[in-house]
């Protein structure tokens, strides 16, 4: 854990900006999760005996990018959980797509189901069983010759829902070969990033809003720029 990953840090919370490629909690691949490395850096940085507490307040899937949160103490995780649960947390993503969108703004209201054989999501009809509604709204912020930066808002918190509502309407995201992108990116990122959060903090009630850039490649740094 690098301490220049840190992006917002209290006694109550730990926000860092996610490599694509790590995970956010361990899995069955066994591999070094961020949960248990920031762990490690409170303990030895902060001289901690025993364990030390720390939860995941939400997830980023392994190729994503961004802005992940995590709480110091059960209470500061129990009142994120339920800002989540009453949707008054705000996330903004960033996305590199293959197409240009038909309309420059729009709010995507979409139902789907997860396969969880094939880790995807797919697009489905209303009333079906386990079918959820999700729902975000993107805007168009800049086109380069082959592809276009998304600024995306978040409604709902489906699996994959970004890359499966995207790729519905024909625009797959740069390097997601499993939500329809030709070709995977060298590294296995897909250019989704976490860009933004938006909370009011769970014990001093003051408005916060905790910002990640982007990881730096030529695509993101042209977007950017």
């Not at 276009?148 to 970004?162: A, D, M, S, V």
């Not at 850039?213 to 950017?224: Q, R, S």
Request: aromatic share 8%.
């Amino acid at each position: 854990m690098l301490a220049e990953d840190i992006l917002y840090i209290d006694n109550h919370l730990i926000a860092v900006n996610k490599k694509p490629g790590e995970i956010s909690q361990g899995d069955k691949t066994g591999d070094p999760s961020l949960l248990e490395t920031i762990k490690e850096y409170l303990k030895v940085t902060y001289k901690k005996p025993g364990n030390v507490y720390l939860g995941l307040v939400h997830r980023i899937d392994r190729p994503v990018s961004g802005v992940l949160l995590f709480a110091r103490t059960s209470k500061a995780a129990e009142r994120m959980s339920a800002m989540i649960r009453e949707r008054q947390f705000k996330k903004i993503y960033w996305a590199v797509v293959k197409n240009r969108p038909t309309e420059e703004t729009a709010t995507l209201e979409h139902y789907l189901i997860k396969n969880p054989h094939q880790n995807k999501s797919y697009v489905t009809t209303a009333g079906k069983p386990e079918a959820r509604k999700a729902s975000l709204t993107y805007q168009l912020v800049r086109s380069l010759e082959r592809y276009h930066l998304l600024e995306i808002e978040l409604h709902t918190g489906r699996h994959h829902q970004i890359r499966t509502q995207l790729a519905a309407i024909g625009c797959p995201i740069r390097g997601d070969i499993k939500y329809g992108f030709d070709r995977s990116n060298p590294d296995g990122s897909i250019h989704l990033h976490a860009r933004s959060i938006t909370f009011e903090h769970p014990v001093t009630q003051a408005p916060i809003t905790i910002v990640a850039n982007p990881p730096k490649d030529p695509i993101w740094d042209a977007c950017c720029t």
